[in-house]
């Protein structure tokens, strides 16, 4: 300011000087017309200047209310079509319609970041200034700004999400394909896909709302491990006689793992508890020597340690067939109070899901046609990923000698070869029919599913079953609703960030 009042007087005596014809420091005469005419023009260029920084303040509000809502639109196009291109040109309409009148103003940069899953813009702007051009050697004042859009899980408000929000408890429930067509780099890219869900869902400050994941891993049957297990599996004899396809006799036998098939009976598309004679079959192998459940790892329920959700996806091992009818059971089971309603009070006491069982319609209790308006659950919301990258096989049925309860053998229309089907078919149908049944019964109950398929190629049964399955939401405009239809490693684990970042909320930090 002070460079800007002397190049004034510097104006001010040089036009005084050709005035008089005199050096402006040799006349004495009229002293006080000019002080005052000095003072007049340095007001008025304080006054212009002042009008000058105004109009270069309002521009930069007016610019970073542009840059705002560009990087909201941007984050809001990335979340829904997962698409960065369709992001830049939404962002790039958004600015170029809402930028300050009388400025030269532009977008120089938008870009996401997948790891922190935000989207951060930046922007510029010339601003003609008469008056303070004249320490700015007649350029205009520049202005810049930035805005970050960032993903907040659980929150309504502007911050990071978690304890300290005013929003809802997230609980989702991740169904795993470790079946044996995933071995090698296909369980790798899983396991870090699953990961990148993780680091983004499970926020650090649990005390008011928490954000938990339950990890439910299928191939051959599920494993219901060592505290679910007792309570909910029947406990046939540990070999049995049965009678298989090729119409011979074998001896099977049962794992000490609780290794459990599909539910039958009238609540075999429910989540009413499996207790006393509605317990779950256990699955029979052909060897002896087999001690373990396919798959090894056993279903994990919610939780917000991501030390212990880190440590069990990574021990993933990829065996056996696809039982994904079990795995889509087991997901729902994880996220439904009413499953847990009668279960011991010991079994996972500080593990169970939130809210009250909702009560359903009778358009809701159907299990062939999703209701039209599923009810919620207070306080949390509830979310399930079903992942395979293959077409459903297992499907099973007794077929034990002497019919022993609770015993149970894959059934003669499923995967494995002749010597290990047995003579009987499962009374519920094909595993894509009960998964079908199973998707419908926990949207029904208010979960939201989504579907990702991993390798399936652009159509048939697989890609139509999931599908089907998946959740449909009406702010998705591509087809498909909420399936995810991937083919590569790095594909997969942009679906698991983006349906991570489907369930946040955007917020704005600037």
């Given amino acids: 300011m002070f460079k800007l009042i002397k190049s004034a007087s510097g104006v001010l005596a040089r036009a005084c000087a050709r005035f008089s014809g005199k050096p402006f ?38 610019l970073q209310a542009t840059v705002d809502s560009a990087v909201l639109a941007a984050a809001r196009v990335w979340q829904i079509e ?14 170029d319609a809402m930028k300050p009148e ?38 205009p004042m520049r202005v810049g700004t930035r805005a970050q859009a960032t993903f907040c899980v659980g929150c309504r408000s502007g911050d990071n999400g978690g304890g300290n929000n005013d929003g809802y408890s997230v609980e989702v429930a991740m169904m795993l394909d470790v079946t044996g067509s995933m071995a090698g780099s296909k369980i790798a890219d899983l396991k870090e896909a699953a990961k990148d869900l993780v680091k983004i869902l499970v926020w650090d400050d649990q005390s008011e709302y928490t954000s938990r994941v339950a990890v439910v891993p299928f191939s051959h049957a599920v494993n219901a491990g060592s505290v679910f297990g007792p309570v909910v599996a029947h406990n046939p004899a540990s070999s049995l006689a049965f009678n298989f396809r090729d119409g011979k006799e074998r001896t099977w036998y049962r794992t000490n793992a609780y290794c459990v098939s599909e539910r039958g009976g009238t609540n075999a598309y429910t989540d009413v508890t499996p207790l006393s004679n509605d317990r779950l079959p256990r699955v029979y192998y052909g060897s002896s020597s087999t001690s373990n459940c396919q798959p090894t790892t056993a279903v ?39 499953w847990w309603k009668d279960m011991p009070a ?13 009560t359903l319609s009778a358009d809701c209790k159907r299990t062939d046609k999703v209701c039209a308006e599923p009810p919620s659950y207070e306080g949390v ?19 034990s000698k002497n019919g022993t309860t609770g015993a149970s053998i894959p059934d003669r229309n499923s995967g494995p070869g002749n010597a290990e089907k047995g003579n009987c078919t499962s009374a519920l149908g094909s595993s894509n029919t009960q998964a079908l049944a199973l998707c419908t019964g926990m949207k029904n109950s208010g979960i939201t599913v989504y579907t990702v398929g991993f390798g399936l190629g652009t159509s048939g049964t697989q890609v139509d079953m999931l599908r089907a399955c998946a959740s449909s939401d009406g702010h998705f405009s591509k087809p498909g609703k909420l399936f995810y239809n991937t083919q590569t490693g790095d594909e997969l684990r942009n679906a698991f960030r983006h349906i991570a970042s489907s369930i946040s909320r955007i917020t704005l930090r600037e």
């Fill in 381 to 399: 919301k509830k979310y399930a990923i079903l992942m395979t990258d293959g077409e459903y096989n297992m499907q099973f049925c007794n077929g």
């Fill in 25 to 62: 420091s040799s006349d004495e005469r009229g002293s006080v017309v000019i002080m005052f005419g000095l003072a007049a023009l340095v007001v008025f260029t304080l006054v212009g200047a002042a009008v000058d920084y105004g109009r270069t303040i309002l521009a930069r509000e007016r």
């Fill in 346 to 358: 010991n079994v996972y006491p500080a593990r169970r899901p939130l809210g009250e069982t909702p």
């Fill in 102 to 139: 009388g400025v030269n103003a532009r977008l120089t940069s938008l870009a996401p970041d997948t790891d922190m899953n935000t989207i951060t813009a930046e922007a510029s702007a010339e601003v003609k200034v008469p008056f303070l051009s004249l320490v700015l050697n007649g350029e």
């Fill in 82 to 95: 997962q698409d960065m291109d369709l992001a830049e040109k939404k962002a790039i309409a958004y600015f």
């Fill in 300 to 338: 994990m329920p919610l939780t917000n340690d991501k030390t212990l959700l880190n440590n069990t996806i990574n021990g993933l091992v990829a065996s056996g067939w696809t039982g994904g009818n079990l795995g889509t059971s087991w997901a729902w089971y994880m996220l439904s109070p009413r």
